[in-house]
């Protein structure tokens, strides 16, 4: 006999019961004993609940009561144990679905003379904001973006005040997404394009492939600022890297189209442009670009540079 066995019998013990409601009840505790043992036993409460019913005297109220709070030990561990095995589930599936929302399966960058990289998750929400440049983190100062779907940041990035003196008529936008999934791709490129359109200056969107975006990144800028800067460092073999850093995008273009190069010759992928001069910034050719002292390539007409 166990010590809750034992215990039991001693609270019985001390009560007056009828002896028959005794034997019934010490048979009660027996079963139990028998189902932990792994033998089939009876409803141990229903039993309890009877006795207690056959008689009004408080004692043996008292007395059924008492063996019901003792006796189902076997129940509680095997609640608790159910309870530990739900939450270990719920806190795999927890886990699992926070490494989902904060994976970053997309980058958007946005170069203007601010420089930022937006992380987007899977389900397109942002989930990460970089800036490049001290324009770029007074620009993510201003705005509170992470957490919102990706049309809606870029919306309240554009339409803040502290963007707003990027968006002279002679500004340019170039909009860079970089994404493995082509579905991703094509709806970040989409929104991009539908509030590009309603912009007051010029602007082009257009994909990436991840190694160009990664020699971006580590040189310390946005894709298309970088893209640009190859360009022009293919033209101008007495500029740096970091000189160009320092060049708004239309700066860039402006450069680049003096000496004789293709603005729109840069980019990777098909991209579309808009504002007054479209037709002359459209991402219609594609752009290669490896390293800072790599060599830049424009297919348009223009013919190939090396840097």
């Known amino acids: 006999m166990n010590d809750l066995e034992q215990r039991v019998r001693e609270a019985f013990d001390e009560v007056e019961l009828p002896s028959e409601t005794r034997a019934r009840t010490l048979a009660a505790i027996d079963a139990l004993a028998a189902q932990e043992k792994g033998a089939a036993a009876p409803a141990v409460q229903e039993t309890v609940e009877s006795d207690a019913r056959e008689t009004a005297e408080?004692?043996?109220?008292?007395?059924?009561?008492?063996?019901?709070?003792?006796?189902?030990?076997?129940?509680?561990?095997?609640?608790?144990v159910v309870a530990l095995a739900a939450c270990l589930v719920l806190a795999v599936v927890g886990l699992t679905g926070s490494r989902l929302y904060f994976e970053e399966t997309a980058f958007v960058d946005i170069d203007v003379n601010p420089s930022i990289e937006l992380g987007i998750n899977r389900f397109d929400i942002v989930v990460s904001a970089r800036a490049y440049n001290g324009d770029g983190e007074a620009l993510l100062d201003a705005v509170s973006i992470t957490g919102k779907r990706y049309d809606d940041a870029v919306a309240e990035i554009t339409s803040s005040a502290a963007f707003e003196p990027y968006m002279s008529s002679d500004a340019f936008v170039a909009i860079s997404v970089a994404a493995d999934d082509a579905r991703q791709s094509d709806a970040l490129r989409a929104q991009s394009d539908a509030r590009l359109r309603d912009l007051p200056c010029e602007g082009t969107c257009h994909a990436v492939d991840e190694e160009t975006h990664a020699a971006a990144s580590a040189s310390g800028m946005g894709t298309g600022r970088y893209q640009a800067a190859l360009q022009l460092l293919a033209l101008d073999d007495t500029l740096t890297l970091e000189d160009c850093a320092r060049m708004s995008m239309r700066e860039l273009r402006d450069r680049i189209a003096a000496l004789g190069g293709d603005a729109a010759?840069?980019?990777e992928g098909q991209g579309e442009g808009y504002g007054e001069q479209a037709h002359d910034v459209a991402g219609g050719g594609s752009g290669h670009g490896q390293g800072a002292q790599g060599q830049g390539r424009g297919e348009g007409g223009k013919g190939h540079h090396a840097g």
């Open 265 to 267: 010759g840069g980019s």
């Open 58 to 80: 408080p004692a043996v109220r008292n007395g059924a009561a008492a063996a019901a709070r003792r006796v189902p030990r076997l129940v509680v561990w095997r609640r608790a």
